[in-house]
């Protein structure tokens, strides 16, 4: 990071530091870009540098069918605002999205599993955008100054430039709670989302059932809820549910989904995405998160093989039955990746099946000629 370029842009901040209160206007027009010698000039120069350090990260995904896919979601939603903000797929198996006040749009991985359709995923980028729209950091920003807590909101900003590049889960969720948004930036930001998602055809009940399923979630899952990233950014959620469900309810209004465009659109990474997950071994969540999406979509391999990886890792009184009934699902599906084949040899030697770990090895050479790891596993079936 550019650390000296990064100064000068605090520098503006701070030189504003004395200039009294502004109201804020109501929207941000579309095309706005504050003069950089005002606050929010500063806040954008700010992540400005951040956003062209994330540009060459390598946790951000190039995937071109999938960033074309988020792209349409984003004009579709932001309509004549779809110019100003850009979005990056980062790299991180939690459920977390973020808006910066200049526009750049992250979402992780983990949230893009999670969400079963293109309705639920334009809950989220429709919610993070009712932010921008309303100018919601700068707003905190200014809130900080007036509390003399300016120090710390410089030093959060340097901080938030760097996430998704490196911290660690525990300190991105430290960060993020001490650059929440206020209660009543929450509620305007889901109000705002509900109405764009509205305009641009989606169901809106997609908000409450994203909320739904993440408290369910936490619910099975081993993390203690003060270390979710999510629930530090985003307080109350059973507040929120309500909320968002009632507001749903009241008009009948569209009802577009897109299961299938948001499928395709994840096709290129989603076997990628199913790996990070397993690598968490939060294995109670994960089998949280696999059971939803079979849910909506039976026949589907990877899912399978996501699921029997789950209890294969696991390895419970019980689980490797379980992990081969679900390999033996995945295969069903023309989807399924070669490894549920690995998988089953690993699984037989356990079990102390050689001849059934042959067979499955065998399968495993046919789907997959060129594995790299041939010579290991034969070497596995001779001991
Ligand atoms: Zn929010």
Redesign the pocket.
Known sequence: MNRRGFGCALCALAAMRAAGAQTLSEFVEPGHRPPPDTDEGGLWGLMDRAERDLKTSRFVVRDRALNAYLREVVCRLGKDHCPDLRLYVVRTPQFNAS?APNGMMQVWTGLLLRCVDEAQLAAILG??M??YLRRHTLERYRDARDKSNFGAFLSLGLAVAGVGLAGTVANLALLASTFA?SRE??HE??RIGLELMAKAGYTRIAAAEVWEQLIAELAAGTVERSQSVLFA??PEPEERLGALRAAAAQAGGAEERGLERHRTGLAAVRELIVRDELSLRQYGRSEVVFDRLLAQAPGDGLLWYGKGEVYRLRAEPGDLARAMEAYARALESREAPPDTHRSIVMVELKQGDKARAQAALDAYLRAKPDAADAGALRMLLEQ
Do not use: F, L, S, V
């Open positions: 808006m919610h993070e009712g932010h948004y930036q929450e930001a889901d950014t985003h």
